[in-house]
C-alpha cells in the first residue's frame, strides 16, 4: 500500500505535519501490543526485502537509480542486513519489563520514543531504510524517512513493500512512511524539526543539521577504514578478505578498506598476496590517471566512484592495462590533505603504505585518520593478539577488528558480536552521540521503578581510607 496522494504537492511544512500526525495515530492503535506482536510486526518489515524477488527487483532499482554499486551484491546486502537484524532483535525485549535487578530494586520498563525521524543515503537505499525501519518498530515507534534524492523511487519502493507487509498482517500501515517526491534539505529539516527523534545515516552535512535541529539526535560518521597486516598475518588470507571487502558492492561501504598499512618484512610478500587476491599495483603513471579521475576540482568524480572497475579503468584510460582485476593498488608515502590517497575513496582503490614497524603503522594509522574517519574503525590482520589490544587500547576508534573482512564484520556478521547495522556511531570523536553500532534500545525509553533496598551506605573509611593514608586528611 502507497502512502495516500493528497500529501503531494503542499508545502514541507504541511506535509511532515501530516505525515507526523499518521505516525502518532498508527503508534496510538499499535501501543497495546505484546512482544510478539511487535515481533510479529518486525518480522513483516524484514520480510518485505528479504524475499528474494523484493531483494533483488530493489537491488536493480537502486543501481539504476544511484548509479552506485552493483546489483548482486546488493542483493547479498539487503537479505544478509535484513536477516542478520532480525536475528538480533528476536532475541530481545522491547516491551513491557525488559529487565529486572533485585538486588537494586529495579525493573526497567521499555516506552517509545515517539516518531522517529530517519535519514537514510543514496548507498543502500532500500537496506537502510528497512534496517531502520525494524529497529524503531520493535520498540513500538513509528517511523517516517527522509531518502536522499537520488534514492528516492528506490526507497519508496522499499516503503510501499514494508506498508503491504504490514497490512497483510493487520498492522498499522502508517507505522512506516517516507517523505513524498520532490525530497530536498527543506523537507528533510522540517522532518527533523517536527518527529521526536532524527536518526541520520550519510552525508555529514545532514548529521550536523540533525544535531542543530532542536530534535534529539543520533547520527554517524564517514569511514576511511585503515587495516595493518603485520608480520605474523597470514597474507593469503588477508588479502583474500580485504579483496572480498574492498570489492562488495563496489566500496560503497563506509566500512570497506581503504588502505593497508603493511610492516616492511612482510611488505614485498603481502603485495603479492594482494595481486593474487585481485589487486592490479599501479605504475607511477597509472596512479596519476587514477588520482586526475577520481578528484575533479577537488571532489570525488560520481562517473567513477562506486563503479565497477572495467568502468572506473576506462575513465582512467587504463582500461587495456587491468584485464582480470578486481581492484586497483596505489602505493603512497603521504598522509594529509595534500595527499587525496589517505583520504576516502568509496571507489575500488585500495592505498598502501610500508610501515617500518608496528609503531610506525599506528602512528600512520593516526594520521590517515586524523584526515578523515577518526573514531569510526580500524583493522588488523594479526597472530599477535598484542597488538590488537594495543589499537583498542591507543587509537581513538570505536572499532578494532581482527582478522576479519571489514566490511563484513563491522556492521555486524554471523562471526562477529558486533549487532547488525547500517549505521556505525563514531563517539565524540567524530561529534556522534553514540559510540557503539545503532541498535534497538537507541529507539527506547526506559522508565526505572525503584523500590527501598537494605541501606548500602559505606563507611567514611572504607570510601576515604586509602587516601587519607596517602595524603593526609
Not at 554499486?69 to 525488559?98: C, E, P, Y
Not at 541520520?200 to 548529521?207: A, F, I, L, R, W
Request: proline content about 4%.
Amino acid at each position: 500500500m502507497s502512502q495516500p496522494a493528497e500529501i503531494f504537492g503542499r508545502d514541507p511544512a504541511s506535509i511532515v505535519d501530516t505525515l507526523v500526525r499518521r505516525g502518532r495515530a498508527a503508534m496510538e492503535a499499535f501501543a497495546a501490543s505484546d512482544q510478539a506482536r511487535v515481533d510479529e510486526a518486525v518480522t513483516a518489515l524484514a520480510w518485505s526485502l528479504y524475499k528474494p524477488e523484493n531483494a533483488e527487483a530493489l537491488a536493480t532499482m537502486a543501481v539504476e537509480d544511484t548509479g552506485l554499486g552493483n546489483a548482486a551484491d546488493k542483493v547479498v546486502k539487503n537479505q544478509r542486513k535484513t536477516f542478520g537484524t532480525l536475528r538480533d532483535l528476536m532475541r530481545v525485549k522491547s516491551v513491557g519489563i525488559i529487565e529486572e535487578q533485585p538486588e537494586l530494586g529495579l525493573v526497567k520498563y521499555a516506552k517509545p520514543v515517539g516518531v522517529v525521524g530517519a535519514v537514510t543515503p543514496s548507498t543502500n537505499p532500500a537496506a537502510t531504510p528497512v534496517n531502520k525501519a525494524m529497529m524503531a518498530l520493535k520498540g513500538r515507534n513509528a517511523i517516517v524517512i527522509a531518502p536522499s534524492p537520488a534514492g528516492l523511487a528506490t526507497t519508496t519502493s522499499a516503503v510501499t513493500l514494508m506498508r503491504e507487509e504490514l497490512e497483510r498482517i493487520g498492522a498499522p500501515a502508517d507505522l512506516v512512511q517516507v517523505l513524498p517526491p520532490p525530497v530536498d534539505k527543506a523537507s528533510t529539516h522540517a522532518l527533523m524539526a517536527a518527529c521526536d527523534l532524527v536518526v541520520v545515516t550519510g552525508s555529514q552535512s545532514n548529521v550536523r543539521a540533525a544535531y542543530r535541529s532542536g530534535t534529539p539526535a543520533i547520527g554517524v560518521g564517514a569511514g576511511n577504514v585503515p587495516v595493518i597486516i603485520d608480520s605474523s598475518a597470514d597474507l593469503d588470507a588477508a588479502a583474500t578478505k580485504i579483496a572480498a571487502s574492498k570489492c562488495f558492492d563496489n566500496a560503497t561501504s563506509c566500512s570497506s578498506e581503504n588502505a593497508v598499512f603493511i610492516l616492511d618484512d612482510v611488505y614485498d610478500d603481502a603485495v603479492a598476496a594482494l595481486k593474487r587476491a585481485g589487486g592490479h599495483l599501479a605504475s607511477a603513471a597509472e596512479k596519476d590517471a587514477i588520482q586526475r579521475t577520481l578528484w575533479v576540482d577537488g571532489k570525488l568524480n560520481r562517473r567513477v566512484i562506486a563503479k565497477d572497475l572495467r568502468v572506473f579503468a576506462a575513465e582512467c584510460g587504463l582500461d587495456s592495462t587491468v584485464r582480470g582485476a578486481r581492484f586497483f593498488m596505489v602505493e603512497e608515502t603521504g598522509i594529509g590533505p595534500e595527499h587525496p590517497f589517505s583520504d576516502e575513496k568509496l571507489a575500488l582503490v585500495l592505498t598502501v603504505y610500508r610501515a617500518e614497524s608496528f609503531d610506525d603503522a599506528m602512528d600512520k594509522v593516526r594520521g590517515m585518520m586524523a584526515v578523515k574517519g577518526r573514531g569510526h574503525s580500524v583493522g588488523i590482520h594479526t597472530q599477535e593478539i598484542a597488538h590488537a589490544r594495543r589499537l583498542a587500547e591507543e587509537l581513538d576508534t570505536v572499532r578494532v577488528l581482527v582478522n576479519m573482512a571489514h566490511t563484513f564484520g563491522n556492521g555486524g556478521g554471523f562471526d562477529s558480536g558486533l549487532n547488525f547495522t547500517l549505521s556505525m556511531g563514531c563517539g565524540t570523536w567524530q561529534g556522534n552521540s553514540i559510540s557503539e553500532n545503532l541498535n534497538y534500545r537507541h529507539f527506547l525509553n526506559i522508565t526505572h521503578l525503584a523500590v527501598p533496598i537494605p541501606e548500602d551506605k559505606p563507611s567514611e573509611e572504607a570510601l576515604f581510607g586509602a587516601y587519607w593514608e596517602k595524603y593526609g586528611k
